[in-house]
């Protein structure tokens, strides 16, 4: 069964520098998003990408973040300079675009910024 | 300015009896929502999903009711199995393509054997 994967599992980042975080969505999924879990908070969306755009983005996608599909298959997110606070559970997620919006998560990326 | 929320942080059931989640929300607006499935270190995994013209969606063991004037939707187990111990999420959106899915704090709910 096709299935959203996320590199890496864990990443380990010092305050300030850059970290890209890459998916690669279901083949024929039109749409992506990027979500994040702060440890025991909630699920909070940050952005949704189609067409080789961002559709729609939250207060917490300020200008330290940045989205990319560089190729047919990658979805990436990229964290200018990272801060304490970023840490957290990064999942991406994809949805067909076709008479479905059901969103299929990856299993996500830890982000640690010590 | 919580959208969706799960009042039970957590539920416990006896495996074999029916495990009811609940979910309320307070958007209008939204009028497409899902029930994921999260198990520790892993992402959410999608379970059943229902529109707002409809009031009932069953996949197998999992049944979905939704109460549109009461802004309410709840998620039904039967029979409950220990696999199904998880964090259960409801997410709420307004059903458009690329919109964003509001989710809920979630319910951990433990079946025990």
Same mark, same amino acid.
């Given at each position: ?7 890496? %599992?864990?990443?380990?980042?010092? =305050? ?25 908070? +909630?699920?909070?969306f940050?952005? %949704? ?7 729609? +983005? %939250? ?13 047919? %298959? ?8 990272? +801060?304490?606070?970023?840490?957290? =559970? ?25 | 300015?919580?959208q969706v ?17 609940? &979910?309320?929300?307070?958007n ?61 999420? &409801?997410a709420a959106s ?6 964003n899915f509001v989710f ?10």
């Amino acid at each position: 069964e096709p299935e959203v994967t996320q590199t890496p %599992s864990h990443q380990v980042t010092q =305050m300030g520098q850059e970290v890209i975080l890459r998916c690669v969505p279901i083949s024929n999924h039109l749409y992506f998003y990027w979500y994040r879990q702060i440890l025991g908070q +909630k699920v909070e969306f940050l952005v %949704s990408f189609y067409n080789n755009e961002i559709s729609e +983005k %939250s207060e917490i996608f300020d200008d330290q973040f940045s989205v990319e599909r560089p190729d047919g %298959s990658n979805f990436t997110l990229k964290i200018r300079s990272t +801060k304490l606070e970023d840490s957290a =559970m990064y999942f991406c997620a994809s949805s067909s675009g076709q008479g479905s919006y059901e969103q299929y998560f990856g299993p996500g990326t830890r982000l640690t910024v010590t | 300015d919580q959208q969706v929320k799960q009042n039970s942080p957590s539920l416990s059931v006896q495996e074999g009896r029916i495990s009811i989640l609940n &979910c309320d929300y307070t958007n209008s607006m939204f009028d497409y929502f899902l029930w994921y499935k999260k198990y520790p270190a892993e992402g959410p995994t999608f379970l059943i999903s229902i529109s707002s013209i409809k009031d009932k969606n069953e996949d197998g063991r999992f049944t979905v009711f939704l109460n549109k004037s009461a802004k309410h939707l709840s998620l039904h187990i039967v029979p409950s199995q220990p696999g199904d111990s998880a964090v259960y999420f &409801c997410a709420a959106s307004a059903g458009n393509y690329g919109q964003n899915f509001v989710f809920g704090p979630g319910t951990r709910l433990s079946v025990l054997p």
